[in-house]
Structures are given as structure tokens and as C-alpha cells.
């Protein structure tokens, strides 16, 4: 008659499976990046929110000064990039209670789902705010819309440079939703 | 197999049956029930099929859009189509892409739907998803900025609003928008639909 040894069906101790350590690698390298696109985002938010400049001339009918809330789509670039920047802070925790425990699966479906929403929202901002910055340089014949980066040269030199903060900031949502899956996957 | 008579009852031992039973113990457990992922796979795949819909009306809509004002003068266009905006062309492009990969993505979610347990179809299709949302509402993000400048203007820099005579170009270029935003949500429900099936 066969004996079922103790440890024929039991497990090895969690913490010394190479698997969990590995998820455990991609956890630290999540938060890494997370701290990378807080900075990439706010660094964005501020060079949009404070654009302000002034031509040293004017008349009694033409304005000569740009802000960024002349263009309702760059006040949405800033919100947005605020949110995002605020919403990485919050998911800080999350990220480290990932690294604890590496094996948790419904809390990283739970990052994945707002990782995915907060990934749509920065893409909106940075897109739209992209598409003004690019009329603002090159106008547009056809509909009489005329650049203003002639003028304006450093406000548009402002918007340009927010812009890339921004996208860095969509590819690391990418990376972060790719490592979430990866994690989540692995078993 | 040995049968012992005792005085009024006969015992029969059946060594066969515990070697099966200790080599069933032994064998890895069964894999638990696959049911719900494989609900999860279909739902994933009516969704893919909606979302092809959405993705190829905002692509033709905006694609066939061409309105030309009954007058004009020696030195003004009257005519407006997508490609006159860098914008729309990308949003037409970008469409474009997102419904002829959500074609090609088909047959992948019927194979996730045919192996519950199939951890590469889901975790490609999960990545692939999320490109496709960042694409999706980028096109549809730059161009709802220059439709709601088309509807508003911009007195600050002396952008004209344009929709006052172009009323069909505006209302055929705002409903492109729409669906395509709509596909963008579809894109997102995707991603957590396999990142869902993902888990054990």
C-alpha cells in the first residue's frame, strides 16, 4: 500500500518561489516609474499653469498678452495633469502594498482599471492641448485662423515644452498597465 | 485481489483502486472550473464587435465629409473637407487603425474564448488594447479640440468660429467624434475585461 509522504502535495514556503520574486521585481519597478510619471505630470501642470507673457506694446483694440486660460482646451490640459499627477501620489500606496505582497491579484485588477482610466484622461488632455499648440504654429489657411507663434514667441515655446512632459507621462501608463498584467499573469 | 471468507461475510480487497487513488493524489489538483472566464471571453468578444462598429462610423463619417457653400468669390474658399485640418486626417488615420485592429483581434478572443486558460492570447491582446485606447482618444481628443473651436472661436486670437456656415460639415464632424469616444470606452472596458480573465 503507497504512503502519501508529508510534503508530496504541499507547497514550498511562498516568500522562496522564484515566481513571487520576480513579481516582486516588477513591483518595485512599478513604483519606480510611478514616481518618475508624478514628476513628468506635475512638471507639465506647472509649465502650462504658469505661461503668462506680455509684448512690450499695445493699442487701445488688440491684445498683446497669452495666458494659458485664453484657450479653454490648455485650462483642461492643466486640470487634467493635475489629476493625474494627484491620482499617482494616492496610488503610491497601493503600489508599495504590491510590493509586500507580491501575489495579491484583485488589488492589481483594481490598479489595472484605474491606471486604464487615468491613462485615457492624460491622453485627452495632452492630445487636444497638442492639436491648439499645433494651429498655434502653423495656423490654418483654409479657415482663416491665423498662428500666433509669430508674436508670442516664448508662451508658445512654453505650451511646446508641457507638451512633452505630457506624453511622457502616457508612455509610463503604458509600461505601468503592461508591468500590472505581466504580474497578474504570471502564476 | 483477495477475497477472505470469514464465517458469515466475505471481505474483499481492491489494491488496484488505492494505487488509483494515490496516483490521482499525487497528480497536480484540476485546474478550477473555467465557466466565468469563458462568460468573460464572450462578452469580451461582443464587445470587440461593437466596438468595430463605432470605430468604422467615426472613421467614414468623418472620411466622407465634403460640404460646399452654393456661392463664392474670386478670392475665398467656400469649400470645407477633413483633410483642410491636420487634425481630422489624424483622427481619420488613427480610426482607422484602431477598427482594422479590432478585425484582426477577433480571431485571438475566439481562441480566449475556446481556451479559458490561455494566459498569452489574453496578457497580448490586454497590451495591445492599451495602445489602441492611448491611439483612440488621442485621435478623438485633438479632434474634439478643433471642433469646439470650430462651434466657439477663440476671441483671443481671432479665430473665427466656422460653423455658422458650415452647419452640415460641423454636425457630421461633431457625431464622428462622438463614436469615437465612445470606441475609446469600449478600448478601456476591453483592457479590464482580460486583465479580469487574467487572474486565477
Known sequence: ?187 | MEATKSSNETTIHIPESKSARSKAAAAPPPPPSGGWKRGVAIFDFILRLCGITAALAATTTMGTTDQTLPFFTQFFQFQASYDDLPAFSFFVVGNAIASGYLILSLPFSIVGIVRPHAVGVRLLLLILDTVMVALTMASAAAAAAIVYLAHNGNSNTNWVAICQQFNDFCQRVSGAVVASFIAAVIFMFLVVFSAVALRN
Open chain 1, 1 to 187: 500500500m503507497m504512503k502519501a509522504g508529508p510534503l508530496e502535495l504541499g507547497d514550498a514556503p511562498k516568500s522562496s518561489t522564484p515566481k513571487s520574486g520576480v513579481n516582486r521585481g516588477v513591483s518595485i519597478l512599478d513604483f519606480i516609474l510611478r514616481l518618475i510619471a508624478i514628476m513628468a505630470t506635475l512638471g507639465s501642470a506647472i509649465a502650462m499653469g504658469t505661461t503668462n507673457e506680455t509684448l512690450p506694446f499695445f493699442t487701445q483694440f488688440i491684445r498683446f498678452r497669452a495666458r494659458y486660460n485664453d484657450f479653454p482646451t490648455f485650462t483642461f490640459f492643466v486640470v487634467a495633469n493635475s489629476v493625474v499627477c494627484a491620482y499617482l501620489v494616492l496610488s503610491l500606496a497601493l503600489s508599495i502594498f504590491h510590493i509586500m505582497r507580491s501575489a495579491a491579484q484583485g488589488t492589481r485588477v483594481v490598479l489595472i482599471l484605474l491606471d486604464t482610466a487615468m491613462l485615457a484622461l492624460l491622453t485627452a488632455g495632452a492630445s487636444a492641448a497638442a492639436a491648439i499648440v499645433y494651429l498655434a504654429h502653423k495656423g490654418n489657411t483654409r479657415v482663416n485662423w491665423f498662428s500666433i507663434c509669430q508674436q508670442f514667441n516664448s508662451f508658445c515655446e512654453r505650451i511646446s515644452g508641457a507638451l512633452i512632459g505630457s506624453f511622457g507621462g502616457i508612455m509610463l501608463f503604458i509600461l505601468l498597465i503592461l508591468l500590472s498584467a505581466v504580474a497578474l499573469s504570471r502564476r
